[in-house]
């Protein structure tokens, strides 16, 4: 059986043999990092040429909700207090009402009856 004998190597021989080891790793870590960026760029720009970008989306406008058959919000300007009652062209009464809601207090007309 015979044994390598391992006194004969030097410590130049090891750096010479890591630096070496070393270089080509940084050379294949490069290779595959730009190898990596250009096939993204790639897929973008196919992408963009292609425009397939898509249009802003319209922003969302919630439905009208129907107003209750009871119920009329304040008319602006309308300065009458709470409590006040009139009457409609049809006999109806309304009256001014008011609720507090956490952003202040909200006036409406409510019918009576």
């Given amino acids: 059986m015979t044994l390598a004998d391992y006194a004969q190597t030097t410590l130049k021989g090891a750096q010479a043999n890591a630096v070496a080891a070393v270089t080509s790793q940084i050379v294949d870590l490069n290779n595959n990092l730009k190898s990596s960026y250009l096939?993204?760029?790639?897929?973008?720009?196919?992408?963009?040429?292609?425009?397939?970008?898509?249009?802003?989306?319209?922003?969302?406008?919630?439905?009208?909700?129907?107003?209750?058959?009871?119920?009329?919000?304040v008319p602006g300007g309308d300065t009458m207090p709470v409590g006040y009652q009139l009457l409609a062209p049809d006999g109806g009464k309304w009256q001014k009402q008011a609720s507090p809601t956490p952003f202040g207090m909200a006036y409406y007309y409510a019918k009576l009856g």
């Fill in 39 to 73: 096939t993204a760029f790639n897929n973008w720009l196919i992408n963009w040429t292609a425009s397939p970008i898509p249009e802003i989306p319209k922003p969302f406008v919630p439905p009208v909700l129907p107003e209750p058959a009871n119920i009329r919000n």
